[in-house]
């Protein structure tokens, strides 16, 4: 008796391990595509990011010999499109490994979104130019800011890096919900002041939103006041912007904000406080280019900038010796004039951006070849990439790009 009871307790335990017959396959998850998966962001990321950390590359090869890893800070989306790429297209032909660390949310484990962003990274890693040690870690990128924060120490642990790319769907100086919590730009300090103990030259990509309404007031007028400063104190800085923007060089009275536009303003009050933060981390900025677009399809100004800027460890001050013993040749030069030599390419710069949305409507070739690369990248992240290109043709509804018709077909 005992053993038929046992026997039937077994059965009852496979069977409810196991089930009683052939079970249906789970459905596939059909992954949505986003905004951010539009060809005008892989614009961005072939011609102004990689085109950039391939010439840094490039530059450390030959000065070092060779690297084996080029170390990345990034704020990757749950499908670490940015890792893929660059893998793919700088460190496979490179031979060089790609070691990242990213800041997600979507990693801390009582995130809904966890389970697909570990998928999607385990995948990642087990490419073959992906160092394996490299994590995106559980949290707000904005507490790098906080110098006592786990965020912090796994950034300084993990750099320094040559390349940091602050990527958001928001903005960089957006509305704080509190001002008890660090903000981007005291995690962006917290990055240079770090990355001043490298003896390589790194870049520095930030993605943001300018329009104002996702620009703080307070910030703004920060930033204004930044863009304005420069111009009146560094005469190169000002002959630079009256030659790019069609005005009088001697007009003393000038105003910045009311030459140049929303954004364009903002784009010049940006950069003006990472040169002068670089400056004073003893960093010397070489700004590399502007790349700006719309959130949507519709008419408008362009309200998100992608900027790419390229530092190195300038020469070092050495201060004088309070006791006067010390004889040291020292060839000192102020604060502020390095700020004015560094500041001077950058209403040029501003002025001459690559309006991604007008390429890609006026280049047929180009528009074609983003789609390509967008589905294949994608692809690689889940998603069904036939059905890429009609969701593309289908988001730009009636405002269809030329370009969109002239590739429709191809």
Known sequence: MTDEVTGSDESEDLEALIGTGPLDFPEKVVREFQAWHRPRKQYVRRVQWCHEIWNLTTDLMR?????????????????????RHIAETICSPRQVKLRYLGFNSAAIPTSADQAELNGTEFSAIRENWIEFESQVFPGDFRQVGNL?????????????????????????????????????????????????????????????????????????????????????????????FSEAWGVQEDDASLSV???????????????????STGVSF????????????????????????????????????????????????????????????????VPRRVRERIQVDKILQEQAEEFEKCIVESAALLGSAGYDSDSYRGWVMQEEGPNKSVSAENSAGQ
Not at 262 to 274: D, P, S
């Open 63 to 83: 000065t070092k010999g060779e690297i084996h890893e080029l170390r990345y800070l990034t704020l990757p989306g749950s499908d670490l499109l940015d890792i």
């Open 148 to 240: 006592r924060s786990p965020s912090y120490r796994r950034m300084r642990e993990k750099g320094p890096y040559h390349a940091i790319n602050i990527d958001l769907c928001g903005g960089f100086a957006g509305h704080e919900k509190t001002e008890s919590a660090p903000n981007y730009f005291g995690a962006l300090r917290a990055i240079l002041q770090n990355q001043a103990r490298s003896d390589d030259d790194f870049l520095l990509f930030i993605t943001t939103r300018m329009d104002d309404d996702n620009v703080d007031d307070g910030a703004k007028g920060v930033l204004l006041q930044l863009a304005q400063e420069i111009h009146d104190t560094c005469k190169g800085y000002a002959s630079a």
């Open 257 to 275: 904000p009311e030459v140049v536009g929303t954004g364009e303003a903002f784009m010049l009050g940006l950069t003006q406080w990472i040169i």
């Open 282 to 345: 003893g960093l010397k900025a070489s700004v590399r280019s502007f790349m700006t677009y719309r959130t949507g399809y519709g008419l408008g100004d362009d309200d998100i900038v992608s900027l790419a800027i390229r530092f190195k460890l300038d020469s070092p001050d050495i201060p004088p010796d309070p006791h006067g013993l010390a004889r040291i040749l020292n060839t000192s030069v102020s604060q502020a004039d390095k700020k004015c030599e560094q500041s001077v390419i």
